[in-house]
């Protein structure tokens, strides 16, 4: 079954992501055939109402149930809303937010033995990329270091942090060789990520080795979201 999951980064608030998830949800009634995730901001988790293959999840969280960590939350907060499923590893964390490969490790085994389903996020920037594959493979492979890969619940999602947010998607070639490359080590579902559009989303969750996608930017706007489900029907 294909996986499409819209990541909203710090975009929408509670009002709209309510109207979002009640759009989406009602669309995915009659449309059994895809497994659907959105990661709302963390003000916008609730208790929504979902009767569909939709699924709610964090963004982050920090590795612990609750106590004093200024700015973060923990399985206190997630619980009350029932979430279940946690993004760990996105480029926009580790670039920017600064997160070590050993604390993106920490929080990884931390939601694992607590049976979340986790997607987690690897990519390359674009210095590595330029340097080809092999550099390339190497680099996304370090982000596998202190990650439990044979965990049940692990959905990856290889997003090259050169097309991200940029408009510029990766090439079918380069999506093909580094999924083939990964899905060789790592028997796991595999979502590809990186200014995936309406236009194209079709066309690159038809790729082999590609299992659906993580969708920033073109999944914001909810009829937008609703056509990129309704392009990739039947695949
Ligand atoms: P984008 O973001 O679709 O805006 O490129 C993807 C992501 O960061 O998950």
């Not at 569909?52 to 700015?71: K, M």
Request: hydrophobic share 40%; glycine share 8%.
């Amino acid at each position: 079954m294909v996986i499409i999951a819209s990541n909203f980064k710090t975009n929408h608030t509670r009002a709209s992501t309510k109207e979002f998830i009640s759009f989406v949800n009602e669309y995915l009634n009659n449309e059994k055939d895809v497994e659907v995730m959105v990661f709302p901001t963390a003000t916008s988790l609730d208790n929504y109402k979902i009767n569909s293959n939709l699924t709610i999840g964090a963004q982050n969280a920090y590795c612990v149930n609750s106590g004093s960590f200024t700015g973060e939350i923990g399985t206190q907060q997630l619980d009350e809303f029932g979430i279940k499923t946690i993004l760990i590893g996105h480029s926009e964390r580790r670039h920017i937010l600064g997160e070590s490969q050993e604390e993106i490790a920490k929080k990884y085994a931390f939601y694992k033995e607590l049976g979340y389903k986790i997607v987690y996020c690897i990519g390359e920037p674009l210095e590595v990329k330029e340097q080809g594959l092999e550099a390339t493979l190497e680099y996304i492979y370090e982000q596998f270091v202190g990650i439990d890969t044979t965990y049940a619940d692990l959905v990856l999602a290889y997003e090259p942090v050169w097309a991200i947010g940029t408009g510029v998607t990766a090439t079918n070639e380069d999506i093909k060789s580094v999924h083939s490359a990964i899905k060789s080590k790592i028997n796991k579902p595999l979502l590809y990520g990186g200014s995936v559009k309406v236009d194209n989303v079709a066309q690159i969750c038809s790729l082999d080795g590609v299992d659906g996608a993580l969708i920033g930017t073109a999944s914001w706007v909810k009829e937008d979201f609703v056509q990129i489900l309704k392009n990739i029907k039947g695949l």
